[in-house]
Nanobody, 120 residues
């Protein structure tokens, strides 16, 4: 079992910043890709950003240049720095990790979600 604990969401004014964190624990031998997704009311969940074990990154066009994903392998943690936030960034943000157990099994794990609201 792998547990993910997210933190850092909240209410922020347009143009403001937030930093999300997602810490993984449990049966983890290694972690491959780590990513952030979001889901706004009435919309499908969408990819925001992903970072591989080699630290290659990919971003949704809508957040490119404003959001930065990073990871700390020693802490099994992924971060999402969000700057210049817009009302359309309002959503529940979920982290997702692809990991491998000590016995060699692959896992895909999701966080519980953290609400980000951008409003004046």
């Amino acid at each position: 079992q792998v547990q993910l604990v997210e933190s850092g969401g909240g209410l922020v004014q347009p143009g403001g910043s937030l930093r999300l964190s997602c810490a993984a624990s449990g049966s983890i031998f290694s972690i491959d890709a780590m990513g952030w997704y979001r889901q706004a009311p009435g919309k499908q969940r969408e990819l925001v950003a992903v970072i591989t074990s080699g630290r290659s990154t990919n971003y949704a066009d809508s957040v490119l240049g404003r959001f930065t994903i990073s990871r700390d392998n020693a802490k099994n943690t992924v971060y999402l720095q969000m700057n210049s936030l817009k009302p359309e960034d309002t959503a529940v943000y979920y982290c997702k990790i692809n990991s491998r157990t000590p016995r060699g099994y692959d896992n895909v794990s999701w966080g519980q979600g953290t609400q980000v609201t951008v409003s004046s």
